[in-house]
């Protein structure tokens, strides 16, 4: 099957504004022939840490909440990234990820299991793994920091994951480093397929280095975006004759 991993620049605290952007990307993805899509973290809002902290209609209650319906009703599988509410009043959200099917359907819910300095005021750690199915393929989650902890693409190759799917934030200096070293190398020690989504340009008080890319088991870059541009990149991922993950 055909995948693809996206970068856009988010409308800050705009959650109408960024369901266009993201539906606009869906369609281009699905046109471009693939069949699911994964998007950057936080996509939904952007990286706006004091909004989301203050403002609790930037929370999305469930993966049925009928702000995403344009975004679902794309006809491709997507994965989206945002606040994600935990309970109740006083409860802390969570950074989580909504997988759609691409008849719109919930798929899964996986919440970020380790967050990032900054985020441990505003949000609450997930303590599972996520993982879905799709095309005959079994898939990972992970939420950008998550990578940089090995034991999660561990478990997901120990799991029968073929495809490891990760929305990020990585912005300009040590972020691009950081982007251009973990992921390969996470493909290249697991064997799975790596796909990364990323912002590009302002993403709260960072900017965004784009490079969203897909690399292949044993870390061959498949596809790679510029560092300017909000696009999708596309790449085959499947199974080899002998059923280990590979080309197809």
């Known amino acids: ?56 209609t930037l929370v999305v209650r469930d993966a049925d909440d009928p702000r995403l319906d344009a975004l679902r009703s794309t006809g491709i599988a997507t994965v989206l990234n945002c606040a994600v509410s935990t309970g109740g009043p006083g409860t802390r959200p969570a950074i989580g990820t909504f997988v759609h099917g691409p008849d719109g359907a919930p798929l899964t819910t996986y919440l970020k299991q380790h967050l990032h300095e900054q985020e ?63 992921y390969p190398r996470l493909a290249e020690d697991t064997g799975l397929f790596v796909a990364l989504a990323n912002h590009v340009g302002p993403a709260g008080p960072w900017t965004g280095c784009g490079r969203a890319g897909i690399w292949a088991p044993g870390g061959a870059l498949l596809a790679e975006a510029d560092d300017r541009t909000p696009m999708v990149v596309t790449a085959e991922v499947g199974r080899t004759s002998e059923g280990r993950a590979g080309n197809r």
């Open 1 to 56: 099957m055909k995948i693809a991993a996206a970068q856009l620049t988010s409308a800050p605290a705009d959650i109408p504004a960024n369901v266009r952007r993201l539906t606009a990307l869906a369609e281009q993805a699905r046109d471009q022939g693939a069949e699911l899509l994964v998007l950057p973290e936080l996509a939904l809002t952007g990286y706006e840490l004091e909004a989301l902290a203050h403002d609790p």
């Open 120 to 182: 441990n005021a505003v949000f609450a750690p997930g303590d599972r793994d996520g993982r879905f199915e799709l095309g005959g393929l079994r898939f990972a989650l992970a939420t950008c920091y998550d990578s940089h902890f090995p034991d999660l693409p561990a478990r997901a190759a120990a799991d029968g994951c073929e495809v490891y799917l990760a929305s990020t934030l990585y912005g300009t200096g040590a972020g691009i480093a950081q982007r251009a070293t973990i």
